[in-house]
């Protein structure tokens, strides 16, 4: 059996689907989150627990993706960075999916 690590919670605002996950650890606390970039929707920032820096980025082009973080971060912040990728990524195209597939209003 595995044992649970961290908790990634998506935050939601009220304008529709913004895309940003907040990253617990078992005790709760705020490990790091990322944050849909305001500017480019096709990019989020990992930020740190203080959410005062950058420590990654997630950039989405098409149906592939750039994963970026430090070289010297522990293996399993990597991890997370990377299982947020594949999260984000079934959000998106679920909705992608949705919308091609919703009836037209006319």
Not at 3 to 13: C, F, G, K, L
Not at 61 to 68: H, I, R
Not at 74 to 101: G, H, N, Q
């Amino acid at each position: 059996m595995g044992q649970r690590m961290y908790q990634a919670t998506q935050t939601v605002e009220c304008c529709g689907p913004i895309y940003n996950l907040k990253v617990q650890d078992n005790a709760g606390q705020d490990v790091m989150e990322v944050v849909e970039n305001r500017a480019c929707r096709c990019s989020h920032l990992v930020k740190s627990r203080d959410e005062q820096h950058v420590v990654g980025m997630i950039k989405g082009e098409g149906n592939q993706y750039t994963v970026t973080f430090p070289m010297d971060m522990e293996v399993t912040m990597k991890a997370v960075i990377l299982a947020s990728c594949f999260y984000l990524d079934s959000m998106i195209y679920a909705k992608r999916r949705y919308v091609a597939t919703r009836p037209s209003s006319d």
